[in-house]
């Protein structure tokens, strides 16, 4: 019998005679918050990109409440309720952050007026009223990514892959930024996986951690273990970041 959440389940990938992922299962139920943390190099990208179907795996399955989704491609999935944000944010400048927003919706095929009824409501969910009429240009990189997370909340989905939402946040952005966690969880309640090298945010923002090391799952627990596991902390040594959330 499945269990119900969405899954990934003994993934393998190698790229020529690299293997970048070796036997990997995760399970991330509904409303669950899952970080996922990894040295460089351990495959967290390439996992999700395979989980967005970007990416496919050479072997493995993935799936989401038991039914398997190998055979979509990344705009069935987000169809089926799998929303993925981006390192770089991929904002269209020119666009207001409100019509940004929208498009989110957009991309799934819903009317103009349902988009932008969302993005109004996805607004003020995340507390970005004062940003809705300002070019996405114009906006500083903290408040850029958060436009992008909030794009990937107007889709409205069961489950929300960030792919290191605090990248190149100073250390002022980053209590924003888990505020919007926060408020995405009680207010839209989808699963959350994020992928992080934030170790200190993973462990204020999420429930459980998984931890990969060249492309093995070595971590499946709750934040505070991770923090004192010797093959985790081995996997970061030398890891500045991961010795300050200690």
Known sequence: ???????????????????????VSILIKPAETVGLLGPNGAGKTTLINIIAGYEKQDSGTISMDGTSMDA?????????????????GRLFSQLTVAENIALGALGLGVSRDVAQKRAAETIEILG????????????SHGNARLVGLARAVASQPKYLIMDEPAAGLNEAEIPKLLAALNLIKENIGCGMFLVEHNVGLVAKACERVIVLATGILIFDGAPKDALINTEVKNAYLGDAAFGEAI
């Open 128 to 139: 970005l009223q004062s940003l809705g009429s300002f070019p996405a240009g114009t906006l």
């Open 72 to 88: 979509m491609k990344p705009d069935a999935r987000a169809r089926a309720g799998i929303a993925r944000t981006f390192q770089s």
């Open 1 to 23: 019998m499945f269990q119900q959440g969405f899954a990934a389940s003994d993934i393998n990938k190698s790229f020529g005679a690299l293997q970048v992922l070796n036997g």
